[in-house]
């Protein structure tokens, strides 16, 4: 150790040299450097949990989603009961702390709409709200709502 400190001393001129030139070219490279955060690049792409992760974020829109379905073993969901328990879904995920409530989607909610043309105008008819068709007439004209919408059958 004392044959390298005797070295560092006597050529410390050199020494500070090559220091210098080295710090320089660090200092040249700066420029080519860029500084960015994408989440995506800390992930092992290869790992079949990311593999996964990404399929839902390309097929969905986002990987933060949460899909639900209600599935009824016999018919369709176009029932009082069924469609209560909808409602009754979409009301509790409001209460859940973090979501955000105007990304529920649910034939429940008042931010889906059927578009009706009228003459000279557009009428913007919530799907089931504010109550839950009981009678048929109201639940079959929900269902061929829904139906002869290509954007709404994505979710029922």
Known sequence: MKKFADFIIEKRLLVLIIIFSISLFFLYKLKDLEVYT????LLPQKHEYIKVHNKIRAQFGGANTVNMVLQ?????IFNPTTLQ?????SDELYLIPGVDRFKILSIAVNLLFDMVSTSGAFDFKPLMWPDVPQTKEEIDSIGERVYASVFYVRFV
Do not use: A, L, Q, S
């Open 38 to 41: 994408k989440f995506d690049d």
């Open 72 to 76: 009824v073993k016999e018919g369709d």
């Open 85 to 89: 328990k909808i409602r009754d879904i």
